[in-house]
């Protein structure tokens, strides 16, 4: 579940349901003349329903995989393509946070799961400067289990350094 910023011209070549589901971007200036939308990733749902049951405003329902697949994969699809705007956002601020690219994504933890959220908000607040030196334990497992990796790189290659100490 991310939130993502669109212009005028972007979301006119969105999809219809893309579209539908944007709002203007409200909470000072440097948002004006943006749409807003909280765009979910439906093949790496877990099926938790957290997002539903924390949602203040009762937007998101549970579905079952494949209406919810054939419902939002293409507005996922369109919605990770857009640029990338968290230079022109103060970060230091809640909401600015989550307008940063995540550098986790898809941890593939247990449902629920209480250390991904904290982990993403700094990938998200230290980027690609982000050392994490992991104890092992719970995310040693879901932070580097071959063959999956959850962290990501950003444009240029660049990503958070993990490393693991199995003797502490």
Do not use: M
Request: charged letters at 20%; one cysteine or more.
């Amino acid at each position: 579940v991310r939130p993502f910023l669109t212009t005028a011209q972007e979301l006119s070549a969105a999809p219809d349901a893309f579209r539908e589901g944007s709002r203007p971007a409200i909470g000072g200036g440097v948002l004006d003349g943006y749409q807003y939308r909280v765009q979910v990733s439906p093949l790496d749902c877990t099926g938790c329903e957290l997002c539903v049951r924390i949602c203040p405003a009762d937007a998101l329902k549970l579905q079952d995989l494949e209406s919810a697949v054939a419902a939002e994969k293409s507005n996922w699809d369109y919605a990770v393509t857009l640029p990338e705007r968290g230079d022109e956002i103060d970060k230091t601020s809640v909401k600015g946070s989550q307008f940063q690219k995540p550098y986790l994504e898809f941890s593939g933890a247990c449902e629920g799961c209480g250390e991904t959220p904290h982990v993403k908000l700094l990938t998200q607040l230290f980027g690609e400067r982000l050392v994490i030196a992991n104890a092992t334990g719970c995310t040693s497992i879901w932070g580097a289990s071959n063959p999956s990796f959850p962290y990501t790189v950003n444009s240029k290659g660049e990503g958070p350094a993990w490393a693991n100490s199995l003797f502490e």
